[in-house]
């Protein structure tokens, strides 16, 4: 049976007022057929922001700006959300760096550091729980693939970078990544990356390995800051490369050939892209006076 023409001017009406109301711009995150590299999204803290990589690259690095230097496929320009500052108030910029990726309609989400000061952070251990719950339920809204990873102990940094109050308990810590792993279990979209259980061999000073690129024992230097907290950028590079085969393993359609994993030729890139980057900012700005230099005195006759 046919439609009547009175119904069929009140359906055309309802999608065109539809495509108003819910642009394109606004659709779910997850696009069926599409490849998970299309539109990458980086999510999380001062790890994913590069603290304190600019000692190693000139500026600052973030892992946006690694993963654009790893991937070799076609895709859109990294996105990235993650900040330094993320830890004065997780909540707030958790849920800002989520509505971020469902936006942006991201294929693929790198939350690696996400996590961490849901569970770490000057507040009760029972607060810690409530800050997780939180934190999992807002990626509940992302259907996209999720990497995602345990809370490490970074204990090591008392001193440095943390303070005691900063800590979780062992037990909390225990209790944190069981619930983690339990609600990844549930959700087929998220795929977990070692990345804790990384550390805490590199911590014991034994030998690592991210697929054929193996770092010997007491490589902890080369893949983590003085700090004890935030990684170098081989670290970084390290990190990414073990996020990445975590996902070919569950996503047969992916292959390890789509991303660069040598950590020297990686890192080559990324300092190469600063130094462009630098001359670009240069011809932008002919004017701009070296540092510490004055403006010029007109000389005056006599």
Known sequence: ????????????????????????????????????????????????????????????????????????????????????????????????????????????????????????????????????????????????PILLSRIPDMRASVGKMLSVRQVPSQGTLKSLNERIDAWAAEHKNVVMVPMAEFLNDLRAGKSVKVDEISYPEGSLRTLLQRDELHPTLEGMVALTALSFFKLCERHKELSKDDFEMNPQLVKKRVKASVLRGRKEQDKASPGRSAPGAGPKSEKKDG
């Not at 304190?52 to 990294?78: C, D, F, P, S």
């Not at 507040?123 to 509940?140: G, N, P, T, V």
Request: proline share 3%; with cysteine.
């Open 1 to 144: 049976m046919g439609i009547p023409a009175l119904s069929k001017k009140f359906i055309f009406s309802v999608l065109f007022l539809l495509s108003v109301v819910f642009p394109a711009g606004f659709a779910r995150a997850d696009e069926p057929g599409e490849n998970a590299w299309k539109r990458i999204v980086v999510i999380g803290a001062s790890a994913s922001a590069g603290f304190n990589t600019r000692r190693e690259a000139g500026r600052t690095v973030t892992l946006a700006k690694i993963v654009e230097q790893m991937v070799e496929v076609e895709h859109e320009k990294v996105l990235n959300t993650s900040s330094s500052l993320f830890f004065m108030n997780p909540r707030w910029m958790g849920t800002q760096a989520i509505r971020s990726a469902a936006k942006a309609r991201a294929t693929l989400v790198l939350a690696v550091d996400f996590l961490f000061w849901f569970g770490y952070g000057a507040k009760s251990e029972e607060r810690r729980m409530e800050d997780l719950e939180f934190a999992l339920k807002s990626l509940s809204e992302l259907k996209c």
